[in-house]
C-alpha cells in the first residue's frame, strides 16, 4: 500500500524544466567532475572491438572474453582486454507508473527520478555520447530515440516529468515487458539504467537477467523510508496508488508497525537478491539522499570492483 496523492502531477512548463537542467548542472554535475576527476568510465563501461591486452581470467569476468587458443597453449584460462568504446549509447528504462508519485517529505520518487536521469544524462553527453530512454507506464511504452546535447537532455527531462497517460483500468506496474522491449529493441551492446521503484508485478527478473548478459546494466531503486517503516501517527487511511485500492490502517497498533517493518525488510532481502542473481549492480536512492554523495558512492563501490577483476582504468578527456 502507499498513500499517494489523489491527483497527477501537471506536466511541468519548460521554463521550470530548464530552470531544473541550470540547477543540476551548476550543483551536482559541477561536484560530481570534481569528486569523480574526469573519470566515467564506473557509470558507463564499455566494450569496443579493438583488442587491448590478454590477461588470466579472474572470478566475475565475462567467460565470453575467453581466448580459447591463448588458454590452450597456456593451460591458463586468459580473457581478451578491449579498448573501451566511448561511443555507445546509454538508455534509462524510466518506471512511469503512479507509485512513482509517492514522496513522504518534500521530494517525491518521480523527483529524485528525474533528477538522477538528469544529471547522468548531461554528464555523459558533455563527453559527445548519446543517451536515449524507454519510458513505462500504465499506457503504452514511449520511446526517445538516443541523441547527444543539451537540447536532447531537456527533452528527456520534460518527458520524465510528466505522468504517462493512462490507458484503460488501473493495473499494477509490469517491469518485464519493458525490459523485453528494450532487449529486442537495442542491436549494440550500452549501458542501461533501470530507473524504478521495483513495485511491479512477479516476472522481470529472467528479462533483466537476460538485458545484462549483453549489456553493461544498472538498477537504480527508487524509494521512501515510509515504505520501510511506519511512524506511531494513529489512524491512515492508505491509497494504492496503482489499483486504487485504500485501506485504513491503525500505526499506533505496535504489533502491525513490527509485522510491516518485518514484510519491508523481507522485501528488501527479496529483490536485492534477485537484483544479484540478474548480474547488475544496484544504486539505491532515497527521496532523502543526496543525489551527488550517492552517486559518488556507488561510482567508488564500481571501481572498487573494476581493480579486482584488473580491468583498466580509462579517463575521460
Known sequence: MKNAPPDAPAAPHPRDVEALLRRLEWTALRRLDGLLQGNYRTLKRGAGLDLADLREYQPQDDVRHIDWNVTARTQVPHVRVFTEDREMATWFVVDQSASVDFGSGTRRKRTVQ????????????????????????????RWIPARGGRAHVLHLLQQCLEAAPASGPAAPTSLGPWLETLGRALRQRGTVFVVSDFISAPGWEKPLGRLAERHDVVAVRLFDPLERALPDIGLVAMRDAETGEQLLVDTHDRVFRQRFARLAAAREDSLRQSLAKAGVDALELSTEDDLVEAVVRFSELRRRRSRQRGAPSIRAA
Not at 543517451?131 to 507506464?137: C, K, N, S
Open 114 to 141: 528525474a533528477e538522477f536521469v538528469g544529471t547522468i544524462a548531461r554528464l555523459l553527453t558533455r563527453h559527445g555520447n548519446r543517451v536515449g530512454a524507454l519510458l513505462g507506464g500504465s499506457g503504452p511504452e
